[in-house]
Nanobody
Framework: QVQLVESGGGLVQAGGSLRLSCAAS????????MGWYRQAPGKQRELVAS???????NYADSVKGRFSISRDNAENTVYLQMNSLKPEDTAVYYC?????????WGQGIQVTVSS
């Protein structure tokens, strides 16, 4: 099995920054993609950003230029640096990892951006 533990969320004013971390443990295979999703109240879960084992990244249009995803393959950890935060970024953020054995999710962490 695979476990994912997120950290770094919280409350921040609009224009501020937060850095999320997600550590994966368990049966991690060398070919995988890690990502961050978010779900706001009353909305569907959506992709924020993803990064492959080779560091190829993909971003939602709404966060391009403000958020940056990175990873440490040796530590099986993925990060999300969030700058210029907006109230509409408020959501529960989920980390995930996709590998040939399946898709695994963290428990989610709250990010709240006040106006």
């Amino acid at each position: 099995q695979v476990q994912l533990v997120e950290s770094g969320g919280g409350l921040v004013q609009a224009g501020g920054s937060l850095r999320l971390s997600c550590a994966a443990s368990g049966r991690i295979f060398t070919s995988n993609t890690m990502g961050w999703y978010r779900q706001a109240p009353g909305k569907q879960r959506e992709l924020v950003a993803s990064i492959t084992i080779g560091h190829t990244t993909n971003y939602a249009d709404s966060v391009k230029g403000r958020f940056s995803i990175s990873r440490d393959n040796a530590e099986n950890t993925v990060y999300l640096q969030m700058n210029s935060l907006k109230p509409e970024d408020t959501a529960v953020y989920y980390c995930n990892i996709v590998q040939y054995t399946g898709v695994y999710w963290g428990q989610g962490i709250q990010v709240t951006v006040s106006s």
